[in-house]
T-cell receptor, first 109, second 113 residues
Framework: AQRVTQPEKLLSVFKGAPVELKCNYSYSGSPELFWYVQYSRQRLQLLLRHISRESIKGFTADLNKGETSFHLKKPFAQEEDSAMYYCALSGGGANNLFFGTGTRLTVIP | ETGVTQSPTHLIKTRGQQVTLRCSSQSGHNTVSWYQQALGQGPQFIFQYYREEENGRGNFPPRFSGLQFPNYSSELNVNALELDDSALYLC????????????FGPGTRLTVT
């Protein structure tokens, strides 16, 4: 069975500090991992996906199959990064997403 | 390009009633997925429709059903509403059932009393 765990419900960092949002997953096959973000009063939107290996808005995430993790990182947090972040998994070629419970990131000016 | 739209925005129903939620997919998208997001939780997959057929279902009882129309818009129907059905219902569309980016709508907030 699929499972996505985001251990931190709330995370606060100061502007300019590094930020890491943790995500661990459980899946028997080869998963596709995603990070979705929801800014205040906006809809849920894709931030990045591991197969793209991109850096979006300064964020990166590396899939670590050994540790079954897909942590989201940014070296210098900005106030506009404050949002709700969800880690999600898709498996077996299907497009249905399994989401974690989310981490609310607050960047303190 | 028109984004995903959902209606209504909010809805209040009584336990035991039936409800229909609507979703218009983004232009050019033929796949619609529905999610339930309870308070403080991440979205949970209900089912997906591709070219008017159900194309995968999550762990939801049969009283949750859906439809997709030839223009790829979709409906979510819930019968015999229970208090635990109170949640935000999200619709997402994508280009194809494969692993493509899903574009989410703003959601419908359902309250069951």
């Amino acid at each position: 069975a699929q499972r996505v765990t985001q251990p931190e419900k709330l995370l606060s960092v100061f502007k300019g500090a590094p930020v890491e949002l943790k995500c661990n997953y459980s899946y028997s096959g080869s998963p596709e991992l995603f990070w979705y973000v929801q800014y205040s009063r906006q809809r849920l939107q894709l931030l990045l996906r591991h197969i793209s290996r991109e850096s979006i808005k300064g964020f990166t995430a590396d899939l670590n199959k050994g540790e079954t993790s897909f942590h989201l990182k940014k070296p210098f947090a900005q106030e506009e990064d404050s949002a709700m972040y969800y880690c999600a998994l898709s498996g077996g070629g299907a497009n249905n997403l399994f989401f974690g419970t989310g981490t609310r990131l607050t960047v303190i000016p | 390009e028109t984004g995903v739209t959902q209606s209504p925005t909010h809805l209040i129903k009584t336990r035991g009633q039936q409800v229909t939620l609507r979703c218009s997919s983004q232009s050019g998208h033929n796949t619609v997925s529905w999610y339930q997001q309870a308070l403080g939780q991440g979205p949970q997959f209900i089912f997906q429709y591709y070219r008017e057929e159900e194309n995968g279902r999550g762990n939801f009882p049969p009283r949750f059903s859906g439809l997709q129309f030839p223009n790829y818009s979709s409906e979510l129907n819930v019968n015999a509403l229970e208090l635990d059905d109170s949640a935000l219902y999200l619709c997402a569309s994508s280009l194809d059932p494969g692993i493509y980016e899903q574009y989410f709508g703003p959601g419908t907030r359902l309250t069951v009393t």
